[in-house]
């Protein structure tokens, strides 16, 4: 059994961790796109901004299990297969990376209109804003985002469990709920909540070293 | 301050459109300003001021109208011809703006990086403008460790890095208490005099543009009210907006309503004393001077005054009998205005 859910902890970790690094790859810089291409953005492109806008809430809106099946033929067309951990990184990717693109949003417009304003004075390209001015100013914020980002895709990837992908929700599902093993089932649900305070404390530390303003 | 005018203001005009209609900002306005000046633009809130600062450097676009700076013509360039510009004018504002995530040294490097300057060169740089603005042993702190009056100091040093031939300052005193203010004026009146470098300054204190400033442009409600050098508008200011700044209070005097009046008659007093002023003083009551006219011979005060008395009985008596005591020759005139 402990060989068993030492798998499961690996295949999960090694899922969240992909995905989130994968998800994030699209999520920034969508996000970054969505605060500069506002109408009061610093290169405004107002029609690209409505379009991704409406993209990013309809894949928001789709719950994700009902996602998970409905991109198997694109999994398999990209992995090869439908099931285990790997195959699950394409639904959580897809899944995460609007929900992402949101968070890197909300971080950067917490950014001091009155900071990009001087970075403007000073003959600053759009690009030069983006990452000297937006990016690192919002770095403690954008730490704080990525704890629950990578949070909420450990829980998303427990939940592909049911069509086989792997990880500790899958053993949760498959020794625990099909075969009544109460034990297992607690023991996974209880190192997934280890994970999650983990994970949350971790990115709070980080965030709070990384902040300057006190 | 040479002739050669760095910063020409041309027909400029700029409104807004919100969802109530459009609101004029500003309304045509014109300004040359000269190399090397301090050139304050003074305003209540609301009145463009800060609109008007923002089109010099094109952070706003002007709806009609242009800005020359340094013979180019800024609404005729493109983006990136625009940025190459913005980096040799400075700006320092209100709030500061400095990157919290950045050290001292680092935000001064700022607009080095942005220009592209080897990091070396840079660096170097940056800490010789900390030492002018004073704050070398500051290079490592982050903004967030500083005083107001620090940062602003940051600011200076961080607009000054790429050797902007132009300073722009947004009401950059107004957080600030009054003794940091004029440490923050007296530094950049020494960078004026020391880098000859042409500063314009934004504000609604009329003491700003009193410490430093040498010309001065008045707006009120988006168009420019009255525009001279300091001494001139402070001395004869000509429009209602100029007068309101320079007596901010508007000390209105209540009208005389009493018609009482008496002629003082002077005849060797000695025109050392001021009578008048000392009666004032002791009485604690006040008099309108309606006519006078004396002169000094030879040390001795020869003439008359006229003034109103005030209405109430008793003031009007201890006013008499100060001058009477005085061995002034006092008699009462009734209906004189």
């Given at each position: 059994m402990f060989e068993l859910i030492w798998q499961g902890l690996l295949e999960t970790l090694y899922m969240t961790i992909v995905s989130t690094l994968l998800a994030y790859v699209i999520g920034l810089p969508l996000g970054v796109v969505m605060v500069?291409?506002?109408?009061?953005?610093?290169?405004?492109?107002?029609?690209?901004?409505?379009?991704?806008?409406?993209i990013i809430n309809l894949v928001r809106s789709i719950p994700?299990?009902?996602?998970?099946?409905?991109?198997?033929?694109?999994?398999?067309?990209?992995?090869?297969?439908?099931?285990?951990?790997?195959a699950t990184i394409v639904p959580l990717v897809i899944g995460a990376a609007p929900f992402i693109a949101r968070l890197v949003e909300a971080s950067i417009k917490e950014v001091d209109k009155g900071v990009i304003e001087a970075a403007q004075s000073m003959g600053a390209t759009p690009f030069q804003i983006i990452y000297?001015?937006?990016?690192?100013?919002?770095?403690?914020?954008?730490?704080?985002?990525?704890?629950?980002?990578?949070?909420?895709?450990?829980?998303?990837?427990?939940?592909?469990?049911?069509?086989?992908?792997?990880?500790?929700?899958?053993?949760?599902?498959?020794?625990?709920?099909?075969?009544?093993?109460?034990?297992?089932?607690?023991?996974?649900?209880?190192?997934?909540?280890?994970?999650?305070?983990?994970?949350?404390?971790?990115?709070?530390?980080?965030?709070?070293?990384?902040?300057?303003?006190? | 301050m040479t002739d050669r005018t760095i910063i020409k203001i041309k027909n400029l005009s700029k409104s807004f459109v919100s969802k109530n209609g459009t609101v004029t900002a500003l309304e045509n306005i014109n300004i040359d300003i000269k190399q090397g000046e301090i050139f304050g633009i003074i305003?209540?809130?609301?009145?463009?001021?800060?609109?008007?600062?923002?089109?010099?450097?094109?952070?706003?676009?002007?709806?009609?109208?242009?800005?020359?700076?340094?013979?180019?013509?800024?609404?005729?360039?493109?983006?990136?011809?625009?940025?190459?510009?913005?980096?040799?004018?400075?700006?320092?504002?209100?709030?500061?703006?400095?990157?919290?995530?950045?050290?001292?040294?680092a935000n001064v490097c700022f607009p080095l990086e942005i220009a592209k300057v080897p990091?070396?060169?840079?660096?170097?740089?940056?800490?010789?403008?900390?030492?002018?603005?004073?704050?070398?042993?500051?290079?490592?702190?982050?903004?967030?460790?500083l005083s107001g009056g620090q940062k602003q100091r940051v600011a200076i040093a961080r607009a000054l890095a790429t050797n902007p031939k132009i300073l722009l300052c947004d009401e950059a005193t107004s957080a600030l208490d009054p003794s940091t203010t004029r440490s923050i004026l007296a530094l950049l009146k020494d960078i004026n005099k020391k880098m000859g470098i042409t500063i314009v300054i934004i504000t609604h204190e009329m003491s700003v543009i009193e410490d430093i400033c040498q010309r001065v442009a008045i707006i009120d409600n988006s168009r420019i009210a009255e525009i001279g050098a300091v001494e001139e508008v402070f001395t004869r200011p000509k429009s209602q907006t100029a007068r309101k700044f320079v007596f901010?209070?508007?000390?209105?005097?209540?009208?005389?309503?009493?018609?009482?009046?008496c002629r003082i008659i002077f005849d060797g007093l000695s025109s050392f004393e001021p009578v008048i002023a000392n009666m004032v003083l002791e009485c604690k009551e006040v008099v309108n001077i309606i006519f006078a006219d004396t002169k000094n011979i030879d040390g001795k005060a020869v003439g008359q005054i006229v003034i109103q008395l005030p209405e109430k009985e008793l003031a009007a008596q201890k006013i008499l009998n100060y001058l009477k005591a005085k061995g002034l020759t006092v008699e009462e005139v009734h209906n004189y205005v």
């Open positions: 500069v291409t506002d109408k009061d953005g610093i290169y405004p492109l107002v029609t690209l901004n409505k379009i991704l806008g409406v994700f299990l009902i996602l998970l099946i409905a991109v198997l033929p694109f999994t398999r067309f990209v992995v090869g297969t439908t099931i285990g951990s790997t000297k001015v937006m990016i690192p100013e919002a770095k403690p914020s954008l730490i704080v985002g990525s704890a629950i980002a990578i949070t909420t895709i450990l829980s998303y990837s427990a939940m592909a469990g049911i069509v086989g992908g792997g990880g500790l929700g899958d053993i949760a599902i498959r020794y625990g709920y099909y075969r009544y093993q109460n034990d297992i089932m607690l023991v996974t649900v209880a190192i997934l909540v280890l994970i999650v305070q983990a994970f949350q404390e971790i990115g709070m530390k980080l965030a709070k070293i990384n902040d300057k303003r006190n | 305003g209540m809130s609301g009145a463009g001021k800060s609109t008007l600062v923002r089109c010099i450097n094109f952070l706003e676009r002007p709806t009609s109208g242009t800005v020359i700076f340094d013979g180019k013509d800024l609404s005729l360039l493109s983006k990136k011809e625009l940025e190459r510009v913005r980096q040799s004018m400075g700006m320092i504002f209100q709030q500061f703006n400095l990157l919290m995530q950045r050290t001292v040294i990091k070396k060169e840079a660096l170097k740089r940056a800490y010789e403008l900390l030492e002018v603005v004073g704050l070398a042993d500051k290079a490592k702190a982050y903004p967030a460790q901010p209070e508007g000390k209105r005097i209540d009208r005389f309503v009493s018609n009482r009046c």
